[in-house]
């Protein structure tokens, strides 16, 4: 069996060479996950002029008197007037600081607010409190010119596209979404929607097409199409000719195990070109795994019970998409403390992915809340506490659905007990 982080490897490198480059629009990038192919510098300092933290008015703090004469007032995106020695103007948050100003009194450490049209009287706060720089953002606090705003690999978040808008970025090179076709197999697997009821039926809803469809698009992937195989190689081929030269990956779900009808390794077999591995992973569940070309096209073979696959797109194709390093966490990571009212046993030389679900305690005896002093007078540390969702068995996806973390049960591992430490992966 192939050890999980050497899986982890060969995923990368295969995946890798689908990368390819394009200088898109912005606003391109709003709608799906995208990571940037070159690092950007900020050519200008944000914010760009000085301006007022508050609504409230601008003032030069060596002038301060109990009442001042009013300047006119200041909008935010307005032209602003010098302010006169031993004046005060009404201004309102975002606009720029008028010349001879140097700090900002906020409306509520006044006594007569807006209303005066001719001055305005500070309360004791203001008068005590006002310093030069005081609700003032500076010119360049937030961004300097030569600041880098992505690096290269960096995920394109929410934040991050506004980072760069901010600093009139029109247009990055970033990476293009892979092109995927996700691909379910099995005869005893339908479309969602068509009906599956009776008393014989021996027919089954298609999970695996939208939940993998869904979890490679949040990767990044675009997921050019989602089609259903039956058990039979000539249908498979038929399928990727259909989309020949619209995609650059193929993911499979299911036909690659130990049985008599494994039509992805059938479909391998009846091609003289195929480059496909079968192996086995030391990973429980998502053991079975299939990587190589088959029709000329790059592939990912993925087990077919539900939780298997998702859970190996979990562990070797997001971090692939998303340009991680193979030999780092593909989610945030943290210890936990294990909660369970039984223990729960895991296969010895496997590491096994159990679905689970965090929750916050305080660990030390005696703390009161996180921070709070024990009984010994020592702080209490909030740490995790974990508890898994539902079996280990490979069909049970509501339980997934139901969780929002992994619990990582090393191979050297063969049982868990209720109050020990575990590593955790934190689901998004």
Known sequence: MVSVAEYRRIVAEHMANLRRVETVPLLDCLTCTRLAAATVRSEVPVPGFANSQMDGFAVRAADLAP?????????????????????????????????????????????????????????????????????????GTDIAPGDVLVREGDVLTPARLGVLASCGVTELEVYAPVRVLVVTTGDEVVPVGTPVTGHHSALVHDANGPAMSATLAAAGAHV??????????????????????????????????????????????????????????????????????????????????????????????????????????????????????????????????????????????????????????????AVP?????????????RAYAESNAFVLVPEDVTELRDGDEVTVWHLG
């Open 67 to 139: 009442a001042l004469p009013l300047a006119p007032m200041i909008a935010a995106g307005a032209e602003a007037p010098a302010l006169p020695a031993g004046h005060a103007a009404p201004i309102m948050t975002g606009a720029r600081l008028p010349e001879g100003a140097d700090a900002v009194v906020p409306v509520e450490e006044t006594l007569t607010g807006f209303t005066d049209a001719t001055s305005v009287t500070l309360a004791e706060a203001a008068l005590a409190s006002t310093t030069p720089g005081r609700f003032v953002r500076g010119i």
């Open 224 to 381: 050019v199409d989602l089609v259903h195989v039956r058990d039979e190689p000539a249908a498979l081929h038929e399928a990727l000719a259909l989309r020949a030269g619209a995609i650059d990956l193929v993911v499979s779900m299911g036909g690659i195990s130990m049985g008599q009808r494994e039509v992805v390794k059938l479909a391998a077999e009846a091609d003289p070109d195929s480059r496909m591995e079968f192996t086995k992973v030391a990973m429980q569940p998502g053991g079975p795994q299939g990587i190589g070309t088959l029709a000329g096209v790059p592939w990912i073979g993925l087990p077919g019970n539900p939780v298997s696959g998702l859970v190996s797109a979990e562990m070797f194709l997001r971090p692939a998409l998303l340009g991680l390093d193979p030999e780092a966490p593909a989610r945030p990571q943290s210890r936990a403390v294990l909660r369970t009212s039984t223990p729960e046993g895991s296969p010895a030389g496997k590491l096994q992915v159990r679905r689970a679900r965090v929750a916050q305690a305080v660990q030390a005896v005696g703390a009161q809340a996180d921070g709070a002093s024990t009984a010994d007078g020592s702080a209490g540390t």
């Open 385 to 397: 506490e974990v508890s898994l969702v539902s079996g280990p068995s490979s069909h049970l996806l």
